[in-house]
């Protein structure tokens, strides 16, 4: 039985919540259904669910998750607040090795932690380097491995005129080296979303071509990540007073995109109430017993009414 398949048991069987217990506060882990009213719904559109936590930490900072990626076997989440909390899924359940730390830099005057809205990260495999991408600022800020300390920072031209709270809000570095930017809500004159196509490390100088995005009607990108077939997903959120958080997955072909052209996202699933779903931000691949799992997370923005939410689904194949 895969590691994916033994924590989508738990889910169901576990009568306490699990905990992660490491260097700090520990971090309990609540096991939800997909679906509160029926606990066999476990398809919804083009994914099939795994299983899913509310996060809750006992250390303050803990929270406000915007992006995530693996990094080994490592799920690596960070938050608008520029605090990194990692920790590893192992054999029966999240266990121990939970670990959390803040970026040894960023933007702003003297690296205010004001400053350290930290929206997007990527992760590069082979020499451990992570990107962040930053709003208000709309700067890349390139990390060594570990978040050790950053080596390298841009703030695009191309991103100048980004809003100030809608920035680099999804970042993915492809297999090959190019690396994908997304505008959270800035559109372009024929309705698009804006993004970016670097051929390589926006660090390094490298001049991004723009194209246009389209997804849900109504939505706005939060988070991307390359599949295993090299084509990408993205993660999108809507709310409403009436209706409340919803989110949304897509996939593109990177090599589809065109200087100037746009590209409209394959839709893969909605999730929407009375299905668990929150602020949804945080998107990451991995693969297990031949699947491909996704894995989105939330961020409560700190704020009691909302709730830090971990949910893993395989991807149909036929998608």
Known sequence: M??????AALVALAPTPLVLAGRHPTVVAQPVPLDPGDPGHVEQGKLRYLGGWVLT???RRFGGVSSMTFQGDRLVMLSDGGVVTSFRFKGSGPVADYAMGELPDGPGDGGRKVDRDSESSTYDPVSGHVWAGFETTNQIWRYTKGFAQADGRVAPTAMADW??????EAMVRLKDGRFLVFAETKKRKDGSHFALLFPGDPVEGAKPVVFGYRGP???AVTDAAQLPDGRVMLLHRRFSITAGFSAALTIIDPDQIRPGGDVTGEPVARLAPPLTVDNMEALAISQSGGRTIVWIASDDNYFVAERTLLLAF???KAA
């Open 2 to 7: 895969s590691r994916l398949a033994i924590l």
């Open 57 to 59: 930490g006992g250390d």
């Open 163 to 168: 809003p100030g709270n809608e920035g680099a």
């Open 217 to 219: 009607k109504g939505f």
């Open 314 to 316: 395989a991807l149909d």
